[in-house]
């Protein structure tokens, strides 16, 4: 008779979804699910499945684990990888005015510009990690507002690493994650000659690009769209973000469109962070997860159709989910992996030298916390970053398997939870309830994605494209 491994299930419509730590997933019709549970005889086919998918076993308990052992290390293998995401915050400035940002106006201080000496050390302790392959992302504010700072960045870093020892060189990817109001023909060229990634914002068409996303006396859909194009003339990889506010609900269309009409092949659909100007402004623009979550699913049956029609549309927030659903490989993404990425994922570098676990990290210090600062780079290692309390601290916070919350949950293994937004709602680092915000959006993503893979087969070869 077969032994059954730890599983999570729920009640998915007429059968129940079972998932593993394994990240593997099953949907068994509610008769079998009865017999699963009391060790009754199954049909073949159910059983063969069910085993080579490690829901149940033949072996010895002992053998079970040794021969599965390796399966679950490759499953969490981030868990051996150093430090990969690295966040320049090389300006506060920004020329924009968000309604849901956390960066300050635009202004001609020095000090809301990171300096080259800051610049360098933060390249250090980067180039300190064992990682192998690592991410320079560039933020703000408007991170074009320190153009000269990102020139320098780029070519110091190669001067270093081109100096390390074989064993120790890195494959560094560069990113800049800007509005590209201020690209000119200069900043392109070197975009194009260092092979840097770029991401901007598109909120949707110009009515709501400019009410989500203003640009003082300027056109900031015209300021955006324009230099997206010329980027795109250059061959350059660029990509967009969205970011949906209580304007953006009923436009789920327009907003697709515009995405399809800007010749785009990815949309990631973001729910507001509630930290930041976004937090000043909730009661204008926040929502209902439930709100949300509708949101989402209407404009992803509409994605859908459209890759249906033969136009291919990836959705962002569900292809990593895919990855681990159906490709069972985790892609790494920091806010959806357990434990989160903070610290022993990613670092942000602010323009003063200050070291925070995330990106995330550094908006709480916006609003006046500093929780989740860990260190200077004018004064402190990357070892005494890494290794203090507190980075020790959010990792056990992080992990889902420990968390009362959500070990029991279905989608863990797909999961993640992030201690800086359960702090500010909270003051506890751990996730606190599954009516949580993010906790209720996540899940809802999920049943979503469910529902395709269960009962839309042309959506699920599109899924596979995904992928």
Not at 73 to 81: A, D, G, T, V
Request: proline share 2%; glycine share 4%; charged share 25%.
């Amino acid at each position: 008779m077969y032994k059954k491994y730890y599983f999570n299930f729920k009640e998915f419509n007429n059968d129940y979804l079972l998932t593993n730590d394994f990240g593997f997933n099953i949907f068994l019709p509610k008769r079998f699910f009865a017999k699963l549970i009391k060790n009754e005889n199954l049909p073949f086919k159910v059983l063969n499945e069910l085993e080579l998918k490690k829901f149940v076993y033949f072996d010895t308990d002992e053998d079970f684990v040794k021969y599965n052992y390796d399966k679950l290390i490759e499953y969490k293998s981030y868990l051996n990888e150093s430090t990969c995401l690295h966040i320049f915050v090389v300006s506060k400035n920004c020329n924009y005015s968000c309604l849901y940002c956390q960066a300050g106006k635009l202004n001609n201080k020095r000090d809301c510009l990171m300096d080259l000496n800051i610049a360098k050390k933060a390249v250090d302790v980067a180039l300190e990690t064992t990682a192998k392959n690592v991410s320079f992302e560039f933020q703000g504010g408007e991170p074009l507002t320190n153009f000269e700072i990102i020139r320098q960045i780029v070519n110091y870093s190669k001067e270093r690493n081109s100096g390390l020892a074989d064993e120790q060189k890195k494959n560094i990817t560069y990113n800049i994650v800007s509005n590209l109001s201020l690209l000119n023909n200069e900043i392109i060229n070197f975009i194009s000659e260092n092979n840097i990634y770029v991401c901007t914002s598109i909120d949707g068409n110009r009515e709501l690009q400019n009410l989500n996303r203003p640009y003082p006396k300027n056109d900031s859909y015209d300021a955006t769209t324009k230099n997206l194009k010329k980027l795109q003339k250059q061959k350059i990889n660029v990509s967009a973000l969205l970011t949906t506010t209580r304007y953006s609900l009923k436009r789920y269309k327009s907003i697709v469109d515009e995405y399809v009409s800007l010749n785009l092949d990815r949309i990631s659909i973001r729910p507001l962070t509630n930290l930041g100007k976004a937090n000043v402004n909730w009661s204008e623009i926040g929502y209902t997860a439930e709100e949300f979550v509708n949101f989402y699913k209407n404009a992803l049956d509409y994605i859908i159709k459209i890759n249906k029609k033969g136009y291919r549309l990836v959705e962002g927030m569900a292809s990593i989910f895919l990855s681990k659903i159906i490709n069972n490989e985790d892609p790494n993404y920091m806010e959806l992996r357990s434990p989160c990425g903070a610290a022993f994922g990613q670092l942000a570098y602010y323009y003063d030298g200050n070291v925070f676990t995330c990106d995330e990290g550094r908006m709480l210090f916006e609003m006046g916390d500093s929780k989740f600062l860990l260190g200077n780079v004018t004064k402190d290692s990357r070892d005494a970053i890494i290794n203090s309390s507190f980075a020790s601290e959010v990792c056990k916070a992080s992990c889902l398997e420990c968390s009362h919350v959500c070990h029991s949950c279905v989608y863990m293994p797909y999961c993640g939870t992030c201690p800086v937004l359960n702090y500010s709602n909270t003051n506890q680092l751990t996730p606190y309830s599954k009516s949580d915000f993010r906790c209720k959006i996540n899940m809802g993503i999920l049943d979503t994605l469910f529902w395709y893979i269960k009962n839309d087969k042309n959506a699920l070869k599109i899924f596979y494209t995904w992928i």
